[in-house]
């Protein structure tokens, strides 16, 4: 008989290069790309148009800021009250909707339930149809609206939200629920007393998550609400495109104004986004 072969232990420094890579991917591809458009946006408009790395002979960037805050009669303000009065009404209804749904369908079993969830899955997987949708708008009342906007990102991200609650709901104990019954708890007091301030991770998460996908949304404002009036910062990019065209040094300062909010929101918040992501995805 041959004698058996050691096993090989794994290297040390496998895990070590390979975090090494993954950080220098992901600078090359996310953080390089953001220093370009810092460093155009602070440039007078003769070194911006070079769109090259060196350094700006002169520092313009609170001219920049000015400029393009006032331009077209301080569209880029009205677009930032757009953006957070959907961003948080969206997100708003959103949390609510989704966790209570999510609570149903994880503590009582019926049979409507695999309807229900066929429905939640349809929503991740069927496309939006725009044509169709301006049609409900517009018998509702609702289209070139605000509300109609809001209505529009929760119906959007109502599915994952839902399946999202739903996994982590079903690591909270029902004892829980059956103790708040005993102690004369209502079906909304147990929910909103007892169970939804345990969903706190969760609902960081999609807090997050949702409020970064609603305000850099560009597609939806652009279909369903035209107008000056309802212009969000997504499309203040696409307003500004022609009219910066030959002045580079404001279109990247545009591009930085709206850039920075949802990059400090991410920054703060990565490790609540991951908490809440894996915390449903082992029942305990």
């Known amino acids: 008989m041959s004698a058996r072969r050691p096993r090989r232990r794994p290297t040390k420094w496998r895990p070590i290069v390979t975090g090494a890579l993954a950080m220098a991917v992901a600078f090359v591809v996310f953080v390089v790309p953001f220093l370009f458009i810092a460093l155009q946006a602070v440039k007078n408009r003769r070194d911006a148009s070079r769109l090259n790395f060196a350094w700006p002979s002169e520092w313009q960037a609170w001219q920049n800021f000015r400029d393009v805050i006032s331009e077209r009669n301080y569209m880029l303000l009205l677009a930032y009250f757009n953006s957070t009065v959907i961003t948080v009404g969206a997100v708003a209804l959103l949390i609510v909707l989704a966790a209570m749904v999510g609570y149903v369908l994880q503590r009582r079993r019926s049979r409507l339930n695999g ?70 708890a209502k079906p909304l007091q147990v929910f909103f007393r007892v169970i939804l301030p345990l969903l706190r991770p969760v609902t960081v998460t999609l807090i997050v998550v949702q409020s970064i996908a609603i305000f850099n949304d560009f597609t939806n404002p652009l279909y369903y609400l035209p107008g000056r009036e309802n212009v969000t910062v997504q499309l203040t990019l696409y307003n500004f495109q022609s009219q910066f065209s030959s002045q580079m040094n404001l279109l990247f300062m545009n591009v930085l104004l709206v850039t920075i909010p949802p990059l400090i929101v991410f920054i703060f918040f990565n490790r609540q986004i991951v908490a809440g992501m894996t915390a449903g995805a082992v029942k305990g």
């Open 115 to 184: 309807i229900v969830m066929a429905l939640v899955l349809a929503g991740l997987m069927i496309p939006p149809a725009v044509v169709p949708t301006i049609w409900v708008l517009q018998g509702l009342g609702l289209f070139k609206t605000i509300h109609g906007m809001i209505l529009i990102q929760v119906a959007y991200g109502l599915s994952f939200s839902v399946l999202l609650y739903r996994a982590f709901i079903a690591t909270i104990p029902k004892e829980l629920d059956e103790a708040a019954i005993i102690d004369g």
